[in-house]
């Protein structure tokens, strides 16, 4: 795998465009289209405004964001945070077929960002979370 950037911040919501800045930068220079990179920043705002509202409950801590290409080319994004352990990927898929009004509320945005993505992993490593996020070229 190649690193095409590692950026580490507070867990602050005034550091999103940041983190979304260094994320568009190395999907561009990978060449990937503006629709592509709109899509990647809109999986990136969910998965880190996530973690600015709940990861930390109260306390600080910081956030590590890392692109990199993979040997198939694929790029990957790397969300690394050392709040609670949460699998985003846990949640039960949304009812999109009831009225709105029944439905309960969220989990829209992690099905958006499975929708938007070729694959998202998520592990526990040395008591982090780690959200991967891959997108391929064609997608």
């Given amino acids: 795998m190649h690193v095409l950037s590692t ?26 289209t503006q ?22 409950k109260g306390k600080t801590g910081d956030v590590e964001v890392i692109c990199f290409i993979d040997n198939d080319r694929r790029f ?4 690394i945070d050392s709040g609670v352990p949460f699998n985003v990927l846990s949640h039960k898929q949304p ?8 439905r309960e509320i969220g989990g829209l945005g992690v099905f958006l960002m499975k929708k938007l993505t ?8 040395n008591d ?3 959200l991967s996020l891959v997108v391929s070229k064609d997608k």
């Fill in 7 to 32: 950026i580490r911040l507070p867990a602050k919501l005034d550091n999103l465009y940041k983190f979304m800045g260094v994320v568009s930068h190395c999907a561009k220079e990978q060449g990937f």
């Fill in 118 to 125: 070729d694959d998202i992993q998520y592990r526990r490593e």
């Fill in 35 to 56: 629709k592509s990179i709109y899509d990647i920043e809109l999986v990136m705002e969910e998965a880190l405004v996530n973690i600015f509202n709940y990861a930390y």
């Fill in 76 to 79: 990957i994004v790397d969300i």
């Fill in 95 to 102: 009812d999109l077929t009831s009225d709105i009004s029944e």
């Fill in 128 to 130: 982090k979370n780690i």
